[in-house]
T-cell receptor
């Protein structure tokens, strides 16, 4: 069955460092991969999309890579700030599909 | 200006009761969704409607019935509530766009507690 795995442990990093979050998937060939941010008590908020034919996508301090051979995406936050502390969800979609499969998320804590 | 709104935010009820959660979006999107987020934080899709038509119905008990009176609304009715239904339910909407492909906008969630 389709499976998405994200770092189950929380990630603790110091302010100013780069946070790297991992998303691995099996039994799936997504056409698109998205990353969302979720704060406690709130709904997820869309951050970035990367397509299967793209290796890397950047937006301000965020960078996403997508390796369809390894079936893995890495999500980087450079120069991290305490305000970046949240849970980050990886999501997969197939072509023309309305069905998005979400990972359980990785909780990130950035210490001042 | 709330983009996707849900009511109520909290719902505490007894087993066996019937309850509804309402969702409205003012973004002009043509696709709406219901998700369930359990205690382990997995966000699982339940239903998706496109232009008021059901297009995704994941393995959800018949006790859950979505209703879309128009493109801006997708309500969720739950019959005979069970303890296992306790979770946070999120409504979301999207509009297909080349740049962001099905970026979803989520509501604030409804925390349902079944006693």
């Amino acid at each position: 069955s389709q499976k998405i795995e994200q770092n189950s442990e929380a990630l603790n990093i110091q302010e100013g460092k780069t946070a790297t979050l991992t998303c691995n998937y099996t039994n799936y060939s997504p056409a698109y991969l998205q990353w969302y941010r979720q704060d406690p008590g709130r709904g997820p908020v869309f951050l970035l999309l990367i397509r299967e034919n793209e290796k890397e996508k950047r937006k301000e301090r965020l960078k996403v890579t997508f390796d369809t051979t390894l079936k893995q995406s890495l999500f980087h936050i450079t120069a991290s700030q305490p305000a970046d502390s949240a849970t980050y969800l990886c999501a997969l979609l197939n072509t023309g599909g309305f069905k998005t499969i979400f990972g359980a998320g990785t909780r990130l804590f950035v210490k001042a | 200006d709330t983009a996707v709104s849900q009511t109520p935010k909290y719902l505490v009820t007894q087993m066996g009761n019937d309850k509804s959660i309402k969702c409205e979006q003012n973004l002009g999107h043509d696709t709406m969704y219901w998700y369930k987020q359990d205690s382990k934080k997995f966000l699982k899709i339940m239903f998706s409607y496109n232009n008021k038509e059901l297009i995704i119905n994941e393995t959800v008990p018949n006790r859950f019935s979505p209703k879309s009176p128009d493109k801006a609304h997708l309500n969720l009715h739950i019959n005979s509530l069970e303890l296992g239904d306790s979770a946070v339910y999120f409504c979301a909407s999207s509009q297909e766009r080349l740049a962001t492909h099905n970026e979803q906008f989520f509501g604030p969630g409804t925390r349902l507690t079944v006693l």
